[in-house]
């Protein structure tokens, strides 16, 4: 008789779950960091870093906090930016489609960069 392993099919099921948008009231908050030193992030309600998303509208609160750096999003319909000097928060209401999305700091895209999925 062959043994199940139920915590293995728990952390796959854990793994693959997205980030859904709010059904009602305050908007499910994304944030994105970038600076002050060479990082960028984007992070979900709980601290994680945003891998998979599911379609809907999302607040996306962006720290800046280097005035070398932008914090850049893009994909499907959308394509949001803070400029390069600016330094301070910024709240952006997105809404995201089914596909691929991306975040970078422009003037250093090659090491600042991070993406999610929209399903
Ligand atoms: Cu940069």
Partial sequence: MTRRIPLLLGTAALAAAAIGPATAGAATTLTGTVGPGFTITLKGP?????????????????N??????????????LDKTTAVPFKGKST????????????????????????????
Avoid: E
């Avoid at 800046?64 to 850049?72: E, G, K, L, P, V």
């Avoid at 809404?95 to 929209?118: A, I």
């Fill in 46 to 62: 709980h601290g994680a870093k945003v891998t998979s998303l599911k379609a809907g509208s999302y607040r996306v609160v962006v």
């Fill in 64 to 77: 800046d906090q280097s005035a070398i750096h932008d914090f850049h999003l893009s994909g499907p319909g």
């Fill in 92 to 119: 952006w209401n997105v809404t995201v489609k089914k596909g691929t999305y991306t975040y970078v700091c422009d003037p250093h895209k090659s090491m600042m960069h991070g993406s999610f999925s929209v399903s």
